[in-house]
């Protein structure tokens, strides 16, 4: 593991300014070139997109290899799920759809070696293949995996801040967009801004660190005054998307 993975919790947990992208395609080929962008983190999107366990495990490969830190938006947050994403070596996990501390609680032992948490081999790509000691998988283990839960249903802006505390959830990442389709909101509205900059404080309080998505990146700014330091923006589709567009529109206007 490189430097960038290995101190990525840290990081994170420092509330230093992240920044990263949602990978929507399964493709590896992808993750590598992104891996060349200077994000701080990719996030494989397993909850949306089309990801089986080898695809994400392929993502995984080809992003380590680049020391490129990886999250993997699990699809419904079960143990098994978690396992399968960090013993292929994701520097951590995006829980989704979180909505009480109790929820967040079991997420982060599922998340953690010992008992009733995460079993234990020395033999996956976390591990280096058989090739580190458990003492030093154990303290990776510990040290190196973070966990993001996804503050996003009505239920968990009410216990957003004992969400935040629990021990072993690293930060909270507000998805707004889901707030606003339960909230039967535009996303600017004011009672959904009210919302995440409430949730943008219950997590400083709790001094837990705080990243959301904002479809206007003009908004970062003000997010970041609010204590959010995790941005996860766009999608590869969408800057795939973007890039062609802007070529289009450029040959378009150049061509007469």
Known sequence: MGERTASFRARLRSRAPLIGTFVKTPSPIVCEVLAHA???????????????RHEIDACIAALRAADQPSLVRIATGTAAEIQSALDGGATGILAPHVTGA??????????????????????????????????????????????????EDAAAFDAVA???????VDAIYVGRMDLAVGMGKDPF??????????????????????????PNHAEISRW????????????????LLAGARRLAAAFRESSG
């Open 38 to 52: 200077g994000l701080d983190v990719v996030c494989l999107d397993a909850e949306h997109a089309p990801f089986g």
């Open 224 to 239: 970041r005054a609010a204590g959010a330091s995790l941005f996860l923006l766009d999608s590869d589709q969408g800057l």
């Open 162 to 168: 004992a969400i935040a505390a629990v021990e072993g």
């Open 102 to 151: 109790a929820q967040a609680a079991g997420l982060a032992r599922a998340a953690r070696f010992g008992a009733g948490g995460r079993g234990y081999s020395g033999s996956t790509r976390a591990a280096d293949f058989g090739t580190r000691s458990l003492a030093e998988n154990l303290e990776a283990g510990r040290t190196q995996v973070a966990l993001i839960v996804q503050i």
């Open 189 to 214: 509205a004011a009672e959904v801004q009210d919302a995440v900059a409430g949730a943008c404080d219950a997590g400083r309080r709790a001094g837990c660190a705080v990243g959301l998505f904002t």
